[in-house]
């Protein structure tokens, strides 16, 4: 396929639900069935290939994102297939969960964990939430018997793994989970923040640090004022703050709009906007500041770098920190989340409206040349501009975007929307008061 036959397409006059049934349509010619149940190709075209390595199960790029979308879009539609797709694909993590060694919530077991949860509920079935405390009490089984998971306090590493805990604690009231997320979050926060190679990552300088949301200082700081609201422990409020004061030292600051620096010192002015390693990520940090310690100077911070993502251009500009991508981690998706969870917690009607904004540019950018449904290609990897790819999984694809169009549908709807374990923002994307 040429770049020219997936260059954006015309804006299109539809609904973020039909664009999502779309993308179901598309997701759905992926399905791959087995004596287990149902997984998906990352990427069905025929002329392409994922920008990603196999990950078949995971919550990122893999079956476990994909289920939850699944069970979003029968929510939204009342059709009863959508959740037989997410029953098949929840079957099968269900029966294979235990070939799986990566631990983490993206990446691993603990997002599993979260997507049969979230489909047991649904479904009404007491097997998968079995399974998924079974994974749970594999979690605190590996914490007690080696002392520790990855060692890496990121999003990416251990604290993906005490949020996903304290979600099955509060699902299945079991103390042992809290327990253990607990005692993994007091060594997070005695460590420095940010701490030389904080956010070590693949491709970047060994002593940059990064103050980002996944593998970075929001992301940490995030997790531990959501273990000060759990507990109510004055040491993770003060660690949070400290993370939230690196954070707010590095930032470049204009009036009311805020940018965040990829990473220090190498790349002070590459500023990315989505999820990731930017303000959509690492305003949460700053909304679950806000939630649990009622500065409203936290407030103020999430609305910065709101401002600071207007102020750029987007969706319309392209910038180095916001390129040809539409997916929830670094892309359209993610801030279309953002914005939608900032109009929910705040009420300010501009939000919603420039999500609206963003998600027209999302339904205007989809690809249907084939007439199997909506896909989204983009340069995954922002240095590989021409490596364009289209994926079905949910942080890099088609199941994400859906979702963050659904999450937009429920704004007018006032239906409960399943969030991550690292999403601050109300479940019912209204406003306070509106359904009072």
Known sequence: MSLDEIRPQRARAESPLSAAIRAGRWIRSAAVDDDHGRRWLANPDPHGGSALTPEPSSLYAGAAGIVLFFLELAAATGHQAYLEDARAGARRLAATWREQRDLTLYHGLTGTMVALLEAGWALGDDAFEVEAAAIADLLVGRWRENGGWSRDPAQRGDGGIVLGLLRAAAHFGAPAYEETAVEAGRRIAALPVPGHRFGDCAGLPLDAVTPGFLAGTAGTAFLLARLYGVTG?????DAARRGAGFVR????????????????????????????SGSAGVARMFYELHRVG??????????????GVVRSGAPARRSEGYWNVACQCCGTAGLVEFFVGLWAATGRHAHLDFARALAGDLIGRASDHDGRGYRWYQAYRRLRPGEVTADTGYMVGAAGIGAALLHLDAAEHARRVILLPDNPFPAIPVPPGALG
Request: hydrophobic letters at 40%.
């Open 233 to 237: 422990e004055e040491s993770f409020l």
């Open 249 to 276: 030292e590095l930032s470049v600051v204009a009036g009311r709009c805020a940018l965040v620096p990829h990473h220090v010192p190498q790349a002070r002015r590459l500023h990315y906007l989505g999820f990731c």
């Open 294 to 307: 009622g500065d409203p100077g936290d407030l103020e911070w999430a609305e910065r770098l709101a401002n």
